[in-house]
């Protein structure tokens, strides 16, 4: 296999969160609830920036999952149609531009998960437009399923190294050293081995949402763009 130009190697896109979506047109409702969980806050802050109050941008945002759901829009989805991320924005756009706009209530079904937006709206400070604010929060959500990964990975570890993955108040290598009862060398190895395996864990979370190696590189600048 090749490797890809910020690292990782190039896998193929048998098994992919397209995957998923396409389990979700039968509506198993694993696929529902992992869609859901997985893209509710970035499709929330796409519509908060749009304008609409938080009542109103909660209410769109299950009323489009709803209609996600439960519409033909699933029927529609095929291999081919490139990015996820840009799908769902492209679907997203058109359902706020129609008459579910009008919608301050769910009339059918329930959502996977309820909303909890109060510790979101501090993030919608600014003045970022709605794909800025879609794209970073599509980021963000990549970059927590990638730790999560990362956690498990390196069980008792975790801890000590996260406090270094952190952009402020990073311990010394010294202290990090006496925390794990290793030499500053075997610090220094292993914060190496966990930041190269954070970075092959975003890649493998961003492979999840393309087809190809080139829309692999366009995911890639946009993650990184965002932060």
Not at 68 to 89: C, N, Q, W
Not at 104 to 115: E, S, W
């Amino acid at each position: 296999m090749r490797d890809t130009t910020l690292g990782g190697q190039s896998g193929d896109f048998q098994s992919t969160l397209w995957t998923v979506v396409l389990k979700a047109k039968d509506k198993r409702e694993e696929a529902l609830n992992a869609l859901f969980a997985t893209y509710w806050k970035p499709i929330y802050f796409y519509v908060r920036r749009k304008g609409k109050s938080i009542e109103d941008a909660k209410d769109l945002t299950q009323g489009f999952f709803v209609h996600f759901f439960e519409s033909d829009l699933l029927d529609r989805v095929e291999r081919g149609r490139g990015r996820f991320k840009s799908y769902l924005l492209a679907t997203l756009e058109h359902f706020l531009a129609n008459e579910y706009r009008k919608a301050h209530a769910l009339k059918r079904g329930k959502p996977p998960v309820a909303l909890d937006v109060e510790l979101l709206e501090d993030e919608l400070q600014g003045d970022e437009s709605p794909e800025k604010h879609f794209r970073r929060a599509w980021g963000m959500a990549v970059l927590q399923r990638a730790m999560e990964q990362l956690k498990a990975e390196l069980g008792s570890k975790w801890e000590p190294v996260r406090k270094h993955l952190s952009p402020q108040d990073r311990p010394s290598y010294k202290d990090t050293a006496q925390e794990l009862g290793c030499s500053v060398t075997d610090v220094t190895n292993l914060l190496h081995r966990a930041r190269k395996s954070l970075k092959e864990k975003i890649i493998g979370e961003l492979r999840q949402t393309v087809e190809t190696e080139e829309e692999l590189q366009e995911e890639l600048r946009e993650f990184f763009e965002g932060f």
